[in-house]
T-cell receptor, first 114, second 110 residues
Framework: DVKVTQSSRYLVKRTGEKVFLECVQD?????MFWYRQDPGLGLRLIYF???????EKGDIPEGYSVSREKKERFSLILESASTNQTSMYLC?????????????FGNGTRLTVT | QKEVEQNSGPLSVPEGAIASLNCTYS??????FFWYRQYSGKSPELIMS????GDKEDGRFTAQLNKASQYVSLLIRDSQPSDSATYLC??????????FGTGTRLTIIP
C-alpha cells in the first residue's frame, strides 16, 4: 500500500518565518505534488515535480518554492510566511504512467501563520 | 483554464436512499476521472476511478462517465451515515496535473 507521510500534522508559525513542509513517499513514484485546500476554493496546485531536481509551477506558486533532492522526498518552502498562507497543505504522489493513476495523499499539514 | 465544476451542496439524503453526485468538466480531451471522499479534517481518499464511457460499479458505488456531454457522476446506493463527507471530483486534462472540483458536501440523515 502506498504511504505518503507528511512530517507535521499541525504547525503554528509567525509572520515572516521561513517554513519547511516535508513529504516522503515509499512507492518510488516519479510524480509528487503540493496542494493547498481552503474552504470554498477546493484543492489548488502549488507546485509539482516529475523527477529529482525537476519542478513545475502549479496554479498558485507565488510565495512558495520547492525542493526535490531525492526521489522520495518533496519539500514545500514558504520563504517568508504570511497570514494568507494559513491553510491545509496536502502532499500527493503517483507514478509516471501517462494519466491513468490516481493521486495518493498524505495526511495533510494544517498550517497557521499568526 | 480547464475547469471542473461541482454543486457545493449540502446534499441531504435519507439513510438507505441513493445519493447522486454530479460533476462537469470543460475539456473534451480529458482522459481519466476520479472520485475522492474527504472526511472533515482528513485528507482525500480515492473511492472510484473511471476512464471509459459508461458505468463502473464497485460495491455500493457506481461511477458514470459521459464524455460527449462532459460529465461524470457518482451514485451511492443504500446510503449510510458513514457516507457523510465531502466528495471531490478530479479530472486529468492530458498532462501530469489533476484538477479538482470544489467538492459536494453530502449528509446522510438517519
Amino acid at each position: 500500500d502506498v504511504k505518503v507521510t507528511q512530517s507535521s500534522r499541525y504547525l503554528v508559525k509567525r509572520t515572516g518565518e521561513k517554513v519547511f513542509l516535508e513529504c516522503v513517499q515509499d512507492m518510488d513514484h516519479e510524480n509528487m505534488f503540493w496542494y493547498r485546500q481552503d474552504p470554498g476554493l477546493g484543492l489548488r496546485l502549488i507546485y509539482f515535480s516529475y523527477d529529482v531536481k525537476m519542478k513545475e509551477k502549479g496554479d498558485i506558486p507565488e510565495g512558495y518554492s520547492v525542493s526535490r533532492e531525492k526521489k522520495e522526498r518533496f519539500s514545500l518552502i514558504l520563504e517568508s510566511a504570511s497570514t494568507n498562507q494559513t491553510s491545509m497543505y496536502l502532499c500527493a504522489s503517483r507514478p509516471l504512467d501517462r494519466s491513468y493513476s490516481p493521486l495518493h495523499f498524505g495526511n495533510g499539514t494544517r498550517l497557521t501563520v499568526t | 483554464q480547464k475547469e471542473v465544476e461541482q454543486n457545493s451542496g449540502p446534499l441531504s439524503v435519507p439513510e438507505g436512499a441513493i445519493a447522486s453526485l454530479n460533476c462537469t468538466y470543460s475539456d473534451r480531451v480529458s482522459q481519466s476521472f476520479f472520485w475522492y471522499r474527504q472526511y472533515s479534517g482528513k485528507s482525500p481518499e480515492l473511492i472510484m476511478s473511471i476512464y471509459s464511457n459508461g458505468d463502473k460499479e464497485d460495491g455500493r458505488f457506481t461511477a458514470q462517465l459521459n464524455k460527449a456531454s462532459q460529465y461524470v457522476s457518482l451514485l451511492i446506493r443504500d446510503s449510510q451515515p458513514s457516507d457523510s463527507a465531502t466528495y471531490l471530483c478530479a479530472v486529468h486534462f492530458g498532462n501530469e496535473k489533476l484538477t479538482f472540483g470544489t467538492g459536494t458536501r453530502l449528509t446522510i440523515i438517519p
